[in-house]
C-alpha cells in the first residue's frame, strides 16, 4: 500500500464509515452493558493451537496466556481459513477469505480503499487511538501513516536485534519495549486499540538455528522429554500420493528440523522456549495496562496467524489443511463481563475472519457489509445466536514446493481437495472418529454419499465466499 497523507486517509475512512452495512454491531440493551473498551490484539505466529497450558500441553509454561484463558473466553475450535502468515493476517484485518481480499502472496497489499474498511482504520475513525507492534507481514509497503503509534516491521524480521547504542537485544524485549511506550502515550480522553504481531515462535529462516530464543531461557526444558504429535510415527513415505512427495517444501524444512528424535525434541525444546518469552511478553503488557489504572476496561484477544507442524505425518511448516496446520489458539478476556460470564470454553467454529468483526462489535462500530466473517461478542455475553457448521479452506498460494489445496471443515467432516492435480486427488476425513485424520474416507465406498454431499457443499461454498 502507497504511502497517503492523513487527509487521504481520512477521506477513505469517511467513505468506508458511510458505506451500507448488513449487520448492527451491539444491540441497543447491549451497548448499555458495555462501555467502550481498550483493546489489545496479540497475534503470534506459527503457533498450534494445543502449544498452551491451558489448552492442555504438560510441559509448556505459559503463565499469563493461561491467565487470560482462566479468567475469560477460550474458543477451542478455533481455525483459520488459509495457513500462510501473510494472507492469514490479511483475513485478520479484513474479515474476508483470500479470495474475496485478493492477497495471495507476499508481494500483494490492501489498496487504499480496501484498508479503509480493515479493523485499525475503522477504530481510528471512530476516536480510537491506535498503535501497531511488531510483524506486519503483508506486501512490501507499510501502512505507517494510517496509525497514531508505528513500530512495525516488514519482512520476517530479526530475533536477534540491537538498538542505537549497539546494545544486544531480543525481538521480545524490543516488542515489550514498544508496546509499554505506546500504553504510557496514549491519551486519557478516549480508548486504544493496540495491535501487538509477534515474530515468535515463527523460525528464523535461512538461520541453522531456526528457532533463536532469549538466552535467559538456554536451560528451560533442558533434559525434559517433549511431547510429540500423535501423528509423528506415520509414515511420511506410505501415508502420501506420489505427487505431494515431489519436491515438497514441508518436507525439505523436516529434514532440517525434526529428521531424528534427538532434533525433533531440541527443536521443540527451542519452539516452546519462544512461547514462554512471549508470554512473559504478554504478562509485561497486562502488568502495564494495570498499573495505568485501566485494567478493569481493557480486552485482551489472542491467537495466532496459522498452526505449524512439529514433524506430524513426517512434516514441518503448515500450508495445508490439516488441523495441526489451521487450528490455533483464541482467548477473549473482557474484565468488564461479570463473574458469571467468566471462565467459558466454546466448541463453536471460530475463525480469523471473526477477529475484526468482534473488535468492531467490542467498540459499538457498525460491521461493513463487506467482512464475512461473525463477532464472537454474543458468546461472551451468553446469547444464542445462529452460526456456522462449515466453512471453506483454501490455500492457493503460488510456490513449486507446495501443491495448491481447497476444501471445507465441518464440525464433523473435512473434506480437501488438491485441484490442480490431474485427476483431482481428494481426502476426506471424519474430525470425531479420526482427529488425528489418519484415515483418508475418500475412496471407501461406505462413504460415497458423504463424499459426494461434502463435494457439492464445498462447490457451494467456495462460490459465496469468493465475491
Not at 36 to 62: E, H, K, Y
Amino acid at each position: 500500500m502507497k504511502s497517503i497523507s492523513r487527509r487521504q486517509f481520512n477521506s477513505q475512512i469517511a467513505l468506508a464509515t458511510g458505506a451500507l452495512f448488513t449487520r448492527s454491531a451491539l444491540t441497543s440493551s447491549a451497548a448499555e452493558e458495555y462501555e467502550r473498551p481498550n483493546i489489545v490484539f496479540l497475534l503470534a505466529d506459527d503457533m498450534r493451537w494445543n502449544s498452551l497450558g491451558c489448552m492442555g500441553d504438560p510441559v509448556i509454561q505459559t503463565p499469563n496466556l493461561d491467565r487470560l484463558g482462566r479468567e475469560g473466553h477460550i474458543f477451542d475450535q478455533c481455525r483459520v481459513t488459509t495457513s500462510i502468515c501473510c494472507s492469514s493476517r490479511a483475513s485478520i484485518l479484513s474479515g474476508q477469505y483470500v479470495c474475496a481480499h485478493g492477497i495471495d502472496d507476499f508481494a500483494k497489499t490492501f489498496d487504499e480503499t480496501a484498508y479503509a474498511q480493515c479493523y485499525p482504520a475503522l477504530l481510528r475513525g471512530h476516536g480510537y487511538h491506535t498503535g501497531f507492534v511488531g510483524k506486519y507481514g503483508i506486501g512490501t509497503e507499510l501502512p505507517e501513516g494510517t496509525y497514531d503509534f508505528w513500530r512495525g516491521f516488514g519482512g520476517q524480521g530479526h530475533y536477534e536485534t540491537r538498538d542505537e547504542a549497539g546494545t544486544f537485544k531480543h525481538l521480545n524485549e524490543v516488542t515489550s519495549e514498544d508496546c509499554l511506550e505506546f500504553l504510557e502515550q496514549c491519551p486519557k480522553d478516549r480508548p486504544f486499540s493496540l495491535s501487538v504481531s509477534f515474530k515468535a515462535p515463527h523460525c528464523q529462516d535461512g538461520d541453522e538455528r531456526q528457532f533463536i530464543h532469549e538466552k535467559e531461557y538456554d536451560s528451560l526444558y533442558a533434559g525434559k522429554e517433549m511431547p510429540i504429535p500423535a501423528t509423528n510415527d506415520i509414515s511420511y513415505e506410505d501415508h502420501f500420493p506420489e505427487f505431494f512427495k515431489n519436491n515438497n517444501e514441508a518436507r525439505v524444512r523436516w529434514l532440517i528440523r525434526f529428521a531424528d528424535a534427538e532434533m525433533q525434541q531440541e527443536s521443540i525444546r527451542k519452539y516452546y522456549r519462544l512461547i514462554t518469552g512471549m508470554d512473559r511478553v504478554v504478562g509485561e503488557i497486562r502488568d502495564k495496562v494495570e498499573a495505568l489504572g485501566l485494567g478493569n476496561n481493557t480486552v485482551f484477544i489472542f491467537t495466532s496467524d496459522n498452526g505449524f507442524f512439529l514433524g506430524d505425518f513426517g512434516l514441518a511448516g503448515k500450508w495445508y489443511g490439516y488441523e495441526s496446520s489451521i487450528r490455533v489458539p483464541l482467548i477473549i478476556y473482557d474484565p468488564r463481563l461479570s463473574a458469571a460470564r467468566r471462565s467459558q470454553r466454546h466448541d463453536v467454529l471460530a475463525l480469523n475472519l471473526d477477529l475484526a468483526p468482534t473488535m468492531l462489535d467490542l467498540a459499538g462500530i457498525p460491521i461493513p457489509a463487506g467482512m464475512q466473517g461473525q463477532s464472537l461478542v454474543p458468546w461472551l455475553l451468553g446469547r444464542h445466536v445462529s452460526w456456522r457448521s462449515d466453512f471453506y479452506y483454501e490455500h492457493n498460494f503460488h510456490h513449486p514446493g507446495i501443491p495448491k489445496s481447497e476444501g471445507i471443515v465441518s464440525e464433523e467432516w473435512k473434506y480437501l481437495c488438491y485441484h490442480e492435480e490431474t485427476p483431482v486427488y481428494e481426502e476426506l476425513f471424519n474430525l470425531k472418529t479420526d482427529p488425528h485424520e489418519t484415515r483418508n474416507l475418500a475412496g471407501n465406498p461406505g462413504s460415497a454419499s458423504v463424499l459426494h454431499k461434502m463435494r457439492e457443499r464445498y462447490t457451494e461454498l467456495k462460490e459465496e465466499c469468493c465475491l
